[in-house]
């Protein structure tokens, strides 16, 4: 591949911002070389016509004169080749001339001689012009070609601050083409106050020299064209060609470095809150273990006295052998809550399983409403019999219902009626539905809008993180969750679980 046919190959930078075309020569080569031989032909042409006009006056005199201009223009403009050719049809139509008014001598021959000479030289130098010339398109164009594919938006501005050459980077980040920026004040990408004060930054180091922003990068504000402005991070370089002073501006938008670092810190005290509830959780394990083994003793030793008592006729003891029995039931009922417990806090792998979402429903209700009836909850599971098997880590939706269940009865705590609802359907695309239905408090506007992001609360000791680990568990299970106002007051949460088919089930099983 020759200069002449240098184009930047390039249609996509590594940012993904389109690379303007840097053709240096014209991407059709044959008709590059026509359009400089047309010109030689053509001036020559013109020379030969305008010495032809001339030549009632003029006669024999000096009839190379007219056409040394086509040569050098030739040459010039097209480099060695087209030069030679100029030269060459040159001394043939001279000396047509020449023979019309006379006898051709030596001396004529010498000048014919001294012409091609000429030519030959000013062709060569034509050639060396068309070469440089081309050098420094390619290399402008190279230089064009890696500032449009650097990330950073690239902008010139001279030392009155106009802008120069603005980058396929800048268009994107800005919104103005280049056109439209070229030209103007670089103030127009800058919101106020710097919009105002720019000027008189670039006067004040024009007077005293002494930098700020060169050399060294800084945090600025920017605006686009459609006024909206984003921080960037903006770092100045100053260079000077043939005694004018240029700066060339690099700015990276910092609107997504902020965001990131903002979800960074996000994510950070979500996962401090989230050791700590692990450690909550490793304590709670190990009380439920410590508090088992006492439980099992005072329902054994309970039912051992009740036995004592069997075979007493007096009637009191009958009353004290009931109250044995429900004390020993309910020890046994607070044994069953706490291993349930430990189970559900335990440090475990994920691992997902055909369960019964009726049975699921079942447990997690019986952990989350564990004073719930004292607080005068009424409960209605509805369990549609069409859908059953889910594919699901138990625990993990345990959690998410405990979770629901338990947020459903705090929000009734004020409400004169407390009813709660747990409800399975089908829906479509093979998903079930599980609604939990409260006749509580609502949830107001304000809420609505962050209810599943991390550390929204209204409670004064919530956390929370309960709706938000719900959304990330259903997410992760394949389906969706969400809230509505229950129709007659209240709220409803739905979400959905990939079902399993009984053909699927007994496949599996298989
Ligand atoms: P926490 O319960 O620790 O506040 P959650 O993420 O579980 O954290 O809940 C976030 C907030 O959503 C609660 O503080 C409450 O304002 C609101 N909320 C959740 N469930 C209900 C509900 N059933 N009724 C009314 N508000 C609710």
Sequence with gaps: MGKEDFLVNLSMGSNGVPVRDRSVETAHPRREVALRYGIAVAAVAVAFIARFVLASILKDQAPYLFLLPAVLLAAGVGGF???????????????????NYGAVGWSEVVNGAVFVLIGVGTAWIGERLRQARILALTREAHLQSIIDIVPEATIVIDGHGIIQSFSATAEQMFGYTAAEAIGNNV???????????????????????????IGTGRMAAAQRKDGSTFPMELAVGEIWSASQRFFTGFIRDLTERQGTEARLQELQSELAHVSRLTEMGGMASAIAHELNQPLAAIANYLKGSRRLLDGSTDERLAILRDAMDSAADQALRAGQIIRRMREFVSRRESERQ????????????????VGAKDRGVGVT????????????????????LVNLIRNAVEAMEESSERSLTVRTT????????????????????????????????????????????????????????KAEPRPGGGTRFRFTLPAVTEEEFTDARR
Excluded: W
């Design 81 to 99: 080749g087209p030069g030679i050719l100029a030269t060459c049809s040159s001394v043939p139509l001279v000396f047509i001339f020449i023979a």
């Design 187 to 213: 103030t127009l990408l800058m919101p106020s106050p710097y919009r105002e004060e720019h000027d008189g930054y670039i006067k004040r180091y024009r007077d005293t020299g002494v930098q700020r922003v």
């Design 354 to 369: 055909i369960q019964s979402i009726a049975k699921l429903v079942e447990e997690a209700s019986a952990l989350a409403l």
């Design 381 to 400: 599971f509805e369990f549609d019999p069409r859908v059953n098997l889910i594919l699901a880590d138990k625990v993990q939706i345990q959690q998410v």
């Design 426 to 481: 089908p829906a479509d695309n093979m998903m079930i539905v599980v609604q939990v239905d409260d006749s509580g408090s609502g949830i107001s506007e304000e809420m609505a809008t962050k209810l599943f992001q991390p550390f929204a609360t209204t409670k004064p000791h919530g956390m929370g993180v309960g709706l938000s680990i719900s959304r990330t568990i259903v997410e992760a299970h394949g389906g969706q969750i």
